[in-house]
């Protein structure tokens, strides 16, 4: 399934290691190097429109999905995916796993469990307001996370920021992008923990002062891409940049700091409104954090009815271990160190990533583990968990926090969801929600004022329409099916494999019909079809191809799903001699069948890589054929791996430097390496080529 997930260009990159790219033996297009530079483009296309917010989300996930549907298609031959519901519908592969006694459980709908805000309500209410309202031109601004917005004169800096940060409207959009984004991750904070909402606080204020400390002591304004941005003290040492003798004195410090890639805007050149929105940004976020935590850690509501609920859970089933999951690893933290004392509790995130741990979550939660040990009852984890662990000693999913990703569901529910081994007969998912207190008690039960906004600051707009906790739970049910059903639909292979496996099991003569059926074999259908032309079947050495054209200057691979649907007839089809139309498309097609595309126009990293080695190589003839091999690969085969064509291009070709060079590149770029792409290249060119069948279309 990974795949599905991943950008074109690491797929193609994962491809490019088995693959060569203008030889490639993946029938399904014509060219795989054109094909996935077409879909990187498409890909960065979507991505542009997602950042500058031009589309909305669900025209996005559809322009994506199509995407990833192309990318399936491309990579069918040897991509083996079977989900539960492919095993389900092979009747061979059904009685195989009853034969093993593997049944899956039953994954019940997610159920909601609610906590009250007791004594904190209104506090709660006034914090939500503060941070999202419903103007967003209220509240808290982000003004820390967006200074080029503040620019009095932006066309002044358009050529300066786009030479330093690429796209300028871009960079812009991604900073207005990053503030909203702050905000929100600051309600889904305060809506995880107490605790996780604290430790924000606290990082926001002080970055957004050292901000400030720039402005007002170095009349400066940093911008960096990403990471922190040091205290301005620590570089000017409690000085004032405003003053000459320190200016000179900390410009080596500054050029350092413009090494590492940030940038500074004068003051001057910002409006006045951007020390202002930062200060107003400072003092509401001190406000915030005076309010809850001005006497001390506050009584935690959400965290003493998540305690409630776990042990009732436990009393009711002692042996239905509880995988507890939290979007961030200081609500894992935090739970562990309130709740370690009183239950049997263990924690897993990324920093907990140590051989001993694994091996403990192993043996407490693995059912098919060697050794069985039963010393915890709840394991709390954040996603780093949610791949390459089998939980399926639980039985229960708990969801901390508000889950706003479904896909991120299925995940968690497919750690205790195994296929090896079935503990349960049923699994449960518990989405925690807050309600407030005697909203029970009202005639009908309402998505409270609270409720409402917190969902609604954590998912958007989506969740505007809901207005009863009945219409609440089905969201969060139907998108889980949603999600579920993408990623367990059926393959599109399924019925052709369980017609084979049902014909060797009970017509075995049939596929020995099949096999006598003479090569080259060719006939004109009856029953009409979607396309009107010539299908071909071939194969070259184990590789196979589908060609169809309806004219013989157009011929076009297919993919098999295509090109078994064409095939596809009813038994009691009778065949016709083909047509006088067919020889010549025929002809054509049996021409090209294995003809491919070689020829890319290089991007412009290869085209510099190859420069230096043409340079390389009218300088060192000593190592022409070793040069010569490298830009075959690089030219002919686009089969070296970006990460190499960089360190060619990163090369020191200064004559001093030159041997040494090359020297550093035989010893990272070998040439058995290139030799033997260039081998595999040659052996696929001179396998035997077949044509098995051809059929005309009506």
Same mark, same amino acid.
Request: net charge positive; with cysteine; proline share 4%.
């Given at each position: 399934?990974?795949?599905?997930?991943?950008?074109?260009?690491?797929?193609?990159?994962?491809?490019?290691?088995?693959?060569?790219?203008?030889?490639?033996?993946?029938?399904?297009?014509?060219?795989?190097?054109?094909?996935?530079?077409?879909?990187?483009?498409?890909?960065?296309?979507?991505?542009?429109?997602?950042?500058?917010?031009?589309?909305?989300?669900?025209?996005?996930?559809?322009?994506?999905?199509?995407?990833?549907?192309?990318?399936?298609?491309?990579?069918?031959?040897?991509?083996?995916?079977?989900?539960?519901?492919?095993?389900?519908?092979?009747?061979?592969?059904?009685?195989?796993?009853?034969?093993?006694?593997?049944?899956?459980?039953?994954?019940?709908?997610?159920?909601?469990?609610?906590?009250?805000?007791?004594?904190?309500?209104?506090?709660?209410?006034?914090?939500?307001?503060?941070?999202?309202?419903?103007?967003?031109?209220?509240?808290?601004?982000?003004?820390?996370?967006?200074?080029?917005?503040?620019?009095?004169?932006?066309?002044?800096?358009?050529?300066?920021?786009?030479?330093?940060?690429?796209?300028?409207?871009?960079?812009?959009?991604?900073?207005?992008?990053?503030?909203?984004?702050?905000?929100?991750?600051?309600?889904?904070?305060?809506?995880?923990?107490?605790?996780?909402?604290?430790?924000?606080?606290?990082?926001?204020?002080?970055?957004?002062?050292?901000?400030?400390?720039?402005?007002?002591?170095?009349?400066?304004?940093?911008?960096?891409?990403?990471?922190?941005?040091?205290?301005?003290?620590?570089?000017?040492?409690?000085?004032?940049?405003?003053?000459?003798?320190?200016?000179?004195?900390?410009?080596?410090?500054?050029?350092?700091?413009?090494?590492?890639?940030?940038?500074?805007?004068?003051?001057?050149?910002?409006?006045?409104?951007?020390?202002?929105?930062?200060?107003?940004?400072?003092?509401?976020?001190?406000?915030?954090?005076?309010?809850?935590?001005?006497?001390?850690?506050?009584?935690?509501?959400?965290?003493?009815?998540?305690?409630?609920?776990?042990?009732?859970?436990?009393?009711?089933?002692?042996?239905?271990?509880?995988?507890?999951?939290?979007?961030?690893?200081?609500?894992?933290?935090?739970?562990?160190?309130?709740?370690?004392?009183?239950?049997?509790?263990?924690?897993?995130?990324?920093?907990?990533?140590?051989?001993?741990?694994?091996?403990?979550?192993?043996?407490?939660?693995?059912?098919?583990?060697?050794?069985?040990?039963?010393?915890?009852?709840?394991?709390?984890?954040?996603?780093?968990?949610?791949?390459?662990?089998?939980?399926?000693?639980?039985?229960?999913?708990?969801?901390?926090?508000?889950?706003?990703?479904?896909?991120?569901?299925?995940?968690?529910?497919?750690?205790?969801?195994?296929?090896?081994?079935?503990?349960?007969?049923?699994?449960?998912?518990?989405?925690?929600?807050?309600?407030?207190?005697?909203?029970?008690?009202?005639?009908?039960?309402?998505?409270?004022?609270?409720?409402?906004?917190?969902?609604?600051?954590?998912?958007?707009?989506?969740?505007?329409?809901?207005?009863?906790?009945?219409?609440?739970?089905?969201?969060?049910?139907?998108?889980?099916?949603?999600?579920?059903?993408?990623?367990?639909?059926?393959?599109?292979?399924?019925?052709?494999?369980?017609?084979?496996?049902?014909?060797?099991?009970?017509?075995?003569?049939?596929?020995?019909?099949?096999?006598?059926?003479? =090569?080259?074999? !060719?006939?004109?259908? $009856?029953?009409?079809?979607?396309?009107?032309?010539? *299908?071909? @079947?071939? %194969? #070259?050495?184990?590789?196979?191809?589908?060609?169809?054209?309806?004219?013989?200057?157009?011929?076009?691979?297919?993919?098999?799903?295509?090109?078994?649907?064409?095939?596809?007839?009813?038994?009691?089809?009778?065949?016709?001699?083909?047509?006088?139309?067919?020889?010549?498309?025929?002809?054509?097609?049996?021409?090209?069948?294995?003809?491919?595309?070689?020829?890319?126009?290089?991007?412009?990293?290869?085209?510099?890589?190859?420069?230096?080695?043409?340079?390389?190589?009218?300088?060192?003839?000593?190592?022409?054929?070793?040069?010569?091999?490298?830009?075959?690969?690089?030219?002919?085969?686009?089969?070296?791996?970006?990460?190499?064509? =960089?360190?060619? !291009?990163?090369?020191? $070709?200064?004559?001093?430097?030159?041997?040494?060079? *090359?020297? @550093?590149? %035989? #010893?990272?770029?070998?040439?058995?390496?290139?030799?033997?792409?260039?081998?595999?290249?040659?052996?696929?060119?001179?396998?035997?080529?077949?044509?098995?069948?051809?059929?005309?279309?009506?």
């Amino acid at each position: 399934a990974t795949p599905y997930n991943n950008k074109p260009q690491d797929v193609f990159a994962l491809i490019k290691l088995f693959q060569i790219p203008t030889r490639s033996t993946l029938q399904t297009v014509d060219n795989l190097s054109l094909r996935f530079e077409e879909l990187i483009k498409e890909y960065k296309e979507i991505e542009r429109g997602r950042k500058k917010g031009k589309k909305d989300q669900k025209t996005l996930d559809r322009e994506i999905k199509a995407i990833a549907t192309k990318i399936r298609n491309l990579i069918s031959p040897f991509m083996i995916r079977r989900s539960r519901i492919d095993l389900q519908s092979i009747e061979a592969y059904r009685k195989d796993l009853e034969a093993q006694g593997i049944i899956f459980p039953e994954v019940k709908d997610p159920e909601l469990l609610e906590y009250e805000f007791d004594d904190l309500t209104e506090l709660y209410k006034w914090t939500l307001n503060k941070i999202a309202p419903e103007d967003e031109k209220k509240g808290f601004i982000g003004t820390r996370y967006k200074p080029v917005a503040y620019l009095k004169n932006i066309d002044k800096y358009k050529k300066f920021i786009t030479k330093q940060f690429g796209d300028e409207r871009l960079f812009r959009q991604s900073q207005l992008n990053m503030a909203s984004f702050m905000r929100r991750h600051l309600v889904r904070r305060f809506e995880s923990s107490i605790k996780a909402f604290q430790i924000s606080l606290d990082i926001m204020i002080k970055s957004s002062e050292i901000i400030l400390g720039w402005f007002d002591k170095a009349g400066l304004v940093p911008i960096f891409k990403k990471g922190n941005i040091p205290d301005v003290d620590q570089v000017l040492g409690n000085g004032s940049l405003l003053s000459d003798e320190v200016k000179e004195y900390n410009e080596a410090q500054f050029e350092e700091l413009r090494q590492k890639g940030y940038v500074f805007i004068p003051a001057k050149e910002i409006s006045v409104n951007f020390r202002k929105d930062l200060i107003k940004d400072i003092e509401l976020l001190k406000e915030i954090r005076d309010k809850w935590f001005g006497n001390g850690f506050p009584e935690d509501p959400k965290l003493k009815h998540f305690e409630k609920i776990v042990k009732e859970l436990l009393q009711k089933d002692p042996k239905r271990k509880i995988v507890v999951f939290s979007e961030f690893a200081d609500t894992a933290n935090y739970l562990y160190e309130e709740l370690k004392d009183r239950l049997r509790i263990f924690k897993y995130s990324a920093a907990d990533a140590t051989k001993e741990n694994k091996r403990i979550i192993h043996e407490e939660f693995d059912a098919s583990s060697k050794k069985r040990t039963n010393n915890y009852d709840i394991l709390i984890a954040t996603d780093a968990i949610s791949e390459g662990f089998n939980l399926n000693r639980a039985g229960t999913i708990f969801n901390y926090d508000i889950p706003y990703n479904p896909t991120r569901v299925i995940q968690r529910v497919g750690r205790i969801n195994r296929i090896n081994k079935k503990v349960f007969d049923e699994l449960y998912i518990y989405n925690f929600f807050p309600t407030e207190t005697g909203e029970a008690e009202t005639r009908i039960k309402q998505i409270s004022t609270l409720k409402f906004a917190m969902i609604n600051a954590v998912l958007g707009e989506d969740t505007k329409i809901l207005t009863s906790d009945e219409e609440l739970k089905s969201y969060f049910v139907e998108r889980y099916k949603k999600a579920f059903k993408e990623s367990e639909e059926k393959s599109w292979d399924v019925e052709y494999r369980d017609l084979l496996e049902r014909i060797k099991a009970t017509k075995p003569e049939l596929l020995e019909k099949a096999r006598e059926i003479p =090569k080259r074999a !060719r006939i004109r259908r $009856t029953t009409s079809k979607d396309k009107k032309g010539v *299908i071909v @079947f071939g %194969k #070259k050495g184990n590789n196979h191809i589908f060609k169809f054209a309806n004219s013989p200057e157009n011929s076009v691979a297919l993919n098999g799903e295509e090109a078994l649907e064409l095939f596809k007839a009813l038994p009691l089809e009778e065949p016709q001699a083909v047509s006088t139309d067919f020889e010549n498309i025929y002809q054509s097609i049996k021409e090209s069948l294995f003809l491919r595309k070689n020829r890319v126009p290089m991007n412009r990293g290869e085209r510099d890589a190859v420069k230096v080695i043409d340079y390389l190589k009218e300088n060192c003839p000593a190592h022409r054929d070793y040069l010569e091999d490298l830009r075959k690969v690089v030219v002919d085969y686009r089969a070296l791996p970006e990460a190499y064509e =960089k360190l060619i !291009r990163n090369l020191d $070709t200064n004559d001093t430097k030159i041997i040494e060079s *090359i020297k @550093f590149l %035989k #010893k990272e770029i070998p040439h058995e390496y290139l030799e033997s792409i260039i081998s595999r290249a040659n052996s696929i060119s001179e396998q035997s080529e077949t044509i098995i069948i051809s059929e005309e279309l009506i």
